[in-house]
């Protein structure tokens, strides 16, 4: 009995021990009520960090030692200062290198000269501008027109004159042409011209349209080769 009855005794004693050497735990509660007026200012803590020192903008000197701060300019992007820039520009007298214009004269109601009908009106007049005007007219030449002068030193027939001078058109047989196989030959003959022009000159050079000597106006039309007087004639009545 006596043994039974110290196992209790020793078990409390052993409890009683522990809980002493255990660390406190904080209250939960009253550490967060204590953080919540302190973060809302009510309660001053040793522990709140003091606030960070504001950082110069100004740029250092080669001592060491901040600049002082240029005064208070408008941004480069703003009307203002383009103006700015703008008057200085021309304060100078010239611009990318190339003299500046002139100011306009302005009036003092605010209008330049050229459009202050009073300050015109102090330099013209009516009459001035009527002698102006006469003046004008007394230059004016009128130039008539005149035909065109007729080539000189050619020796090539003129195929325009030649279409204008005839009315018949192509196809129609005017001149006697005899001989065999007018056709072909004319066909070879003319695949030797770069152009029905061309051709029609020289048929005009060799004795045409009454001879055919080289055989190109196999038909007797006086035309050589495929070459037409319609345009030419067109031309002329438009």
């Known amino acids: 009995m006596q043994s039974v009855a110290r196992v209790p005794l020793f078990l409390g004693f052993s409890l009683g021990l522990i809980s002493a050497c255990a660390p406190q735990i904080p209250d939960s509660g009253a550490s967060y009520a204590a953080r919540e ?15 960070p020192a504001p950082v110069a903008s100004a740029p250092l000197t080669a001592a060491g030692t901040a600049a002082p701060l240029p005064a208070a300019t408008a941004p480069a992007d703003t009307p203002e200062a383009i103006a700015a820039e703008t008057a200085a ?7 990318d290198g190339l003299p500046s214009a002139p100011a306009p004269v302005v009036t003092s109601s605010g209008l330049s000269v050229e459009n202050d009908f009073s300050a015109v009106s102090e330099n013209r007049s009516i009459q001035s501008d009527a ?29 325009v004159a030649y279409a204008l001078s005839s009315s018949h058109p192509k196809g129609t047989r005017i001149y006697n042409r005899v001989g065999l196989n007018l056709q072909a030959r004319s066909e070879r003959k ?15 050079a060799r004795g045409g349209p009454e001879r055919d000597r080289i055989g190109v106006d196999p038909d007797g039309d006086g035309y050589a080769c495929s070459w037409d007087p319609a345009p030419f004639r067109k031309a002329q009545q438009g």
Do not use: K
């Not at 520009?89 to 611009?95: E, H, I």
């Open 37 to 51: 007026a302190e973060l809302s200012g009510g309660v001053a803590s040793a522990e709140r960090l003091a606030a």
């Open 89 to 95: 520009v021309l304060a100078t007298g010239a611009a």
């Open 131 to 159: 002698a102006l005007i006469a003046e004008n007219r007394a230059r004016y030449e009128v130039i008539e027109p005149t035909a065109l002068p007729s080539r000189n030193g050619g020796s090539q027939p003129n195929i």
């Open 190 to 204: 003319c695949a030797g011209y770069a152009s029905p022009d061309l051709a029609q000159i020289d048929f005009l």
